[in-house]
């Protein structure tokens, strides 16, 4: 081997790469090697700079790995700035403005003098205006870093539509001009969406249609455009004979702060945040905000709309039942650890003859049905976050026993999107109610789970006569009196005593999520939020219940919470203080 080296070598003339292989041949009858040389110096050659090339790549990996990684960071950082920034400018505007307020409603109570009195009437709009706008610019931010809660819960399009327009009425009052909402009749009523946010696009159309229009109408027309087996898809046309716009207008309309001539500006001013923020909204629904109009002739806005119909397979509520039917032998665990919401469910169930066994977490639940065994209850209402063990904990302990594979259980939570609820389906319970609880899909889901053998013949629930006087007005913005008063079984007189009991206790909220966001307890900051939540929604305060969805998220994905803590604590403050004056305190 040494001499054929060699020999190669000399051959050669100096370095020489060579791949041999050897094999046993036979040569005139004798044993004898065979080898076969081939010259490789080529291939060695490319195979380095194969190796140069691989690594070299390798390094460029890692150099941009690493610049990626520090954008990444910077970006983060960035973020985390203009969320400090935009809550520390909010809370320095928001503080002396809603003490400005709070002082101009006192003084208006007081005020005898006309002229004194419109000069206050005019400073409480402006203030309440330049408060929307910073909510406005705070929700855009939220839409725009995709952090802005969409809910998907049960809600009436037609009581939405109600609703905006007794908000938004006085305005076009003011200008002379004539208002109408309408919604064709084969447009569903029940759907599944964001109704405050869907309200909030509808009056920012409709108030930007008011502001642009100084004679004649604004009309809000609902049409059906398809319907398939579990869906909707709307088109809600808002249309005025304002002063129209020119193609160049329309084409920057959807910008925040967007202007139309210097002349129009003076007079009507800009569109301030509200389209952006509508367009991004209706975007985030799977929606589209387009726009015809001609200078002189007025506008057309369209808000497309696809939506799930309430009841429809796959959706979070039964559907609909015209009468409730009475269960008078029912047995009903009610597990649930909420004052408020024991007592709503608790009248809603005596109302249809079921008098409910309660626990007040996953273990009493636990402990109580080992105790009595899987025939002592026909249906487990079930909360999911509690203290001690939660109903998700509880439901598994539960279908390990055996002879409880049949018992149903159904979870009760502010929870209510579409993968909570295949959570909850797959760890065993049998169904999923959200919360705040809709009194004809929680009368339907008893239909659904309870006994046939025990429902009496469907008959009217006792209703109350209505009272002399409201309980609050109607068109207070955020709050839904008649659906909160329906769940208290039209029991007013109790939903006055929660609403004082909201005033008492909800400013505790901020600063205990503050204490256990402090100690580092993400965990029990959202907890807390979500229980407010649950809370809130039961009240009939939508906005709040909105509010306190995006804080939860926000804590649950570890982004900061402190621009939604501080939104949330001032609309608290707020909606206290309007309840306060309704209930006359």
């Known amino acids: 081997m040494a001499r054929l080296a060699m020999t190669c070598l000399t051959l050669a003339g100096g370095d020489f790469a060579a791949e041999s292989t050897a094999s046993h041949v036979e040569f005139k009858g004798r044993p004898a090697v065979m080898w076969v040389t081939r010259p490789i110096a080529e291939r060695k050659h490319i195979d380095w700079e194969l190796g140069e090339q691989h690594a070299r790549l390798e390094r460029l990996v890692l150099e941009r790995t690493a610049e990626l990684r520090q954008a990444l960071a910077d970006a983060r950082l960035s973020d985390l700035a203009k969320d400090a920034f935009l809550a520390n400018v909010s809370h320095e505007l928001r503080t002396p403005l809603s003490g400005m307020i709070g002082l101009v409603d006192l003084a208006l109570k007081h005020c005898r003098d006309a002229v004194l009195r419109e000069h206050l009437e005019k400073m409480a709009r402006t203030g309440k205006h330049l408060s929307r706008i910073i909510d406005d610019l705070l929700d855009l931010s939220k839409v725009v870093a995709?952090?802005?809660?969409?809910?998907?819960?049960?809600?009436?399009?037609?009581?939405?539509?109600?609703?905006?327009?007794?908000?938004?009425?006085?305005?076009?009052?003011?200008?002379?001009?004539?208002?109408?909402?309408?919604?064709?009749?084969?447009?569903?009523?029940?759907?599944?969406?964001?109704?405050?946010?869907?309200?909030?696009?509808l009056l920012n159309l409709v108030?930007?249609?008011?502001?642009?229009?100084?004679?004649?109408?604004?009309?809000?027309?609902?049409?059906?455009?398809?319907?398939?087996?579990?869906?909707?898809?709307?088109?809600?046309?808002?249309?005025?004979?304002?002063?129209?716009?020119?193609?160049?207008?329309?084409?920057?309309?959807?910008?925040?702060?967007?202007?139309?001539?210097?002349?129009?500006?003076?007079h009507y001013g800009g569109t301030g945040l509200g389209l952006a923020l509508?367009?991004?909204?209706?975007?985030?629904?799977?929606?589209?905000?387009?726009?015809?109009?001609?200078?002189g002739n007025g506008s057309v806005f369209t808000f497309g709309l696809r939506l799930p119909l309430a009841g429809a397979p796959g959706?979070?509520?039964?559907?609909?039942?015209?009468?409730?039917?009475?269960?008078?032998?029912?047995?009903?665990?009610?597990?649930?650890?909420?004052?408020?919401?024991?007592?709503?469910?608790?009248?809603?169930?005596?109302?249809?003859?079921?008098?409910?066994?309660?626990?007040g977490n996953g273990h009493e639940a636990v402990s109580l049905l080992s105790e009595q065994g899987p025939a002592a209850f026909d249906l487990v209402l079930m909360d999911v976050q509690m203290p001690v063990m939660d109903g998700h904990a509880a439901t598994r302990v539960i279908r390990s026993w055996p002879g409880f594979a049949a018992l149903p259980i159904v979870a009760m939570t502010a929870h209510v999107m579409e993968h909570e609820r295949q959570a909850s389906i797959a760890i065993g319970m049998n169904d999923h109610l959200g919360k705040p609880i809709d009194g004809a899909s929680f009368y339907a889901l008893l239909d659904t789970w309870l006994?046939?053998?025990?429902?009496?013949?469907?008959?009217?629930?006792?209703?109350?006569?209505?009272p002399e006087q409201p309980v609050a007005p109607q068109s207070l913005h955020g709050l839904d009196v008649a659906a909160a008063i329906e769940r208290f079984a039209g029991n007013?007189?109790?939903?006055?005593?929660?609403?004082?009991?909201?005033?008492?206790?909800?400013?505790?909220?901020?600063?205990?999520?503050?204490?256990?966001l402090a100690a580092g307890d993400d965990q029990q900051a959202a907890a807390l939020v979500h229980s407010f939540k649950g809370g809130a929604g039961t009240l009939g305060l939508n906005a709040l219940y909105a509010l306190a969805a995006e804080l939860e998220a926000e804590i649950r994905g570890g982004r900061s919470a402190v621009p939604g803590l501080r939104q949330l604590e001032r609309a608290i403050d707020e909606t206290r203080r309007e309840i306060n004056g309704m209930l006359g305190a």
């Open 492 to 516: 007013e007189q109790r939903y006055r005593y929660w609403l004082g009991r909201f005033v008492e206790e909800s400013p505790t909220l901020a600063p205990e999520v503050r204490r256990a």
């Open 451 to 466: 006994p046939r053998g025990k429902a009496a013949a469907s008959m009217p629930v006792a209703e109350r006569p209505p």
């Open 146 to 201: 995709g952090r802005m809660v969409l809910e998907a819960i049960p809600f009436s399009l037609r009581e939405t539509l109600l609703h905006a327009q007794e908000v938004i009425a006085h305005k076009a009052d003011a200008k002379g001009l004539r208002l109408r909402f309408r919604a064709d009749n084969d447009v569903p009523d029940a759907l599944l969406g964001d109704p405050v946010r869907i309200e909030q696009i």
């Open 207 to 266: 108030g930007n249609a008011i502001k642009f229009t100084a004679s004649g109408r604004v009309d809000l027309h609902v049409s059906l455009t398809t319907r398939g087996g579990d869906h909707a898809r709307l088109a809600i046309n808002v249309e005025d004979t304002g002063i129209g716009m020119t193609t160049e207008e329309i084409s920057g309309l959807f910008q925040p702060f967007a202007q139309a001539n210097a002349a129009t500006t003076r």
């Open 278 to 295: 509508s367009q991004r909204l209706a975007e985030a629904m799977g929606g589209h905000i387009s726009v015809r109009s001609r200078k």
């Open 315 to 359: 959706s979070t509520a039964p559907a609909p039942v015209a009468t409730p039917t009475h269960h008078d032998q029912a047995r009903v665990l009610l597990v649930e650890d909420d004052p408020l919401n024991v007592e709503i469910v608790t009248e809603m169930l005596q109302a249809v003859g079921i008098y409910p066994c309660l626990a």
